[in-house]
Nanobody
Framework: QVQLVESGGGLVQAGGSLRLSCAAS????????MGWFRQAPGKEREFVAA????????YYADSVKGRFTISRDNAKNTVYLQMNSLKPEDTAVYYC???????????????????WGQGTQVTVSS
């Protein structure tokens, strides 16, 4: 059974940084792309970033490009989201997600992901 567990959220002032982690278990981590999504109160879930199974390709939402960096450590079965220059509009619950299909292309569509973590709250104060 695939499990995804996020950590690293918290309260930070605008301009600050946080690093989110997502630990995966239940299958061979290095075979699967990984994604980060977020959902703010009263808003729909939105794509943040994704990384290919090898780590060689990444893709970002325009709203976070240049500020956030997604990476992975396949030896540790963990994907990271380094968030710099945080803004109040980045406040949301952040979720990591993984698809069922191995060696797939990275995607920004939530429907392409089958497994989701429980989320970690990120709050950015102004």
């Amino acid at each position: 059974q695939v499990q995804l567990v996020e950590s690293g959220g918290g309260l930070v002032q605008a301009g600050g940084s946080l690093r989110l982690s997502c630990a995966a278990s239940g299958r061979i981590f290095s075979m699967y792309t990984m994604g980060w999504f977020r959902q703010a109160p009263g808003k729909e879930r939105e794509f943040v970033a994704a990384i290919s199974w090898s780590g060689g390709n990444t893709y970002y939402a325009d709203s976070v490009k240049g500020r956030f960096t997604i990476s992975r450590d396949n030896a540790k079965n963990t994907v990271y989201l380094q968030m710099n220059s945080l803004k109040p509009e980045d406040t949301a619950v952040y979720y990591c997600a993984a698809p069922r299909r191995a060696y797939g292309s990275i995607s920004s569509r939530g429907s392409e992901y089958d497994y989701w973590g429980q989320g970690t709250q990120v709050t950015v104060s102004s």
